[in-house]
């Protein structure tokens, strides 16, 4: 991995889900099985055909909140607080992965489809509170989700970030499309690499790939 590839970088992008804690936790199965009872009971249907939904809306439309509201005129409010209200003691701190991002030069950000609060409880189960200058939810994109690239704009001129100075750590590869776009360096982090045009860099630990940046 060129350090050279970061030597412009000012600002530092994180994704939240399974990008700031790993997937083992599963809390987003959490997550999921809260969006599946929520549409069960907003739309009458069968659990089964609840899933479907699911699915279905996240691979067309990002998100599955931006598919039930453009759907079924869903309001997102209430949804995001229903499915955020799970258990985060599944995860633990991480003291090694706070001091790495700590040591990062420059801002440091974390934009995620979820909410801010829902990402400031996150944040503080893995012991990276007080680390952030600024947290970003889906909320400040209008409610409009990666990767749609409007969402990425949106928040990036609120924030005033300047993209060729900037990079983003992601899990869902189709989510750092319009970062490169844009010019940032992108950073997929997941278990197996995803490889394309879009992705400068792959990585299975976030922490290890971190500390090749700042030692």
Known sequence: MPRADFSSVTDWVFDLDE???????????????RMTAFIVEALDIPEPEAQRLRRRYWAEYGTTLAGLMAVHGITPEPYLEEVHDIDFSVLTPDPGLAARIAALPGRRIVYTNGSAPYA??????????GLFDAIYGVEHAGFRPKPEPAAFETVFAADGLAPARAAMFEDDPRNLRAPHALGMRTVHVAPRPAPAAHIDHHTDDLGAFLLRLIA
């Open 120 to 129: 400031e409880r996150v944040i503080a189960a893995r012991g990276l509170s």
């Open 19 to 33: 990008t700031l804690y790993p997937p083992e936790t599963r809390l987003f199965e959490q997550v999921s099985a």
